[in-house]
């Protein structure tokens, strides 16, 4: 099992940064990628973006590109994402998830509200 801990959810105005960190613990010795998405009121959970446990193929949802960066710490085991220029339209839950070669992990979410 992998547990993971989310933070570094909160409001922000429009323009402003926030980052969100992602930690995780246990049987994490068969991690391959992790990612976040994010669920708005009402909608899907969307893909936002992804890294590789090696620290290559950083993705992005086209909303968010110039704007994310996705980042990971190996020795905390952490993932970040880090939000500049903050849009109303990025209010939402955010959810860390991380793979393994034998499962799929997902966090409990962190909201983030951006204001105009």
């Known amino acids: 099992q992998v547990q993971l801990v989310e933070s570094g959810g909160g409001l922000v105005q429009a323009g402003g940064s926030l980052r969100l960190s992602c930690a995780a613990s246990g049987r994490i010795f068969s991690t391959y990628k992790m990612s976040w998405h994010r669920q708005a009121s009402g909608q899907e959970r969307d893909f936002v973006a992804a890294i590789l446990w090696s620290g290559g193929g950083a993705d992005y949802a086209d909303s968010v590109k110039g704007r994310f960066t996705i980042s990971r710490d190996t020795a905390k085991s952490t993932v970040y994402l880090q939000m500049n220029s903050l849009k109303p339209e990025d209010t939402a839950i955010y959810y860390c998830?991380?793979?393994?070669?034998?499962?799929?992990?997902w966090g409990q979410g962190t909201q983030v509200t951006v204001s105009s």
């Open positions: 998830n991380w793979r393994t070669y034998e499962n799929n992990y």
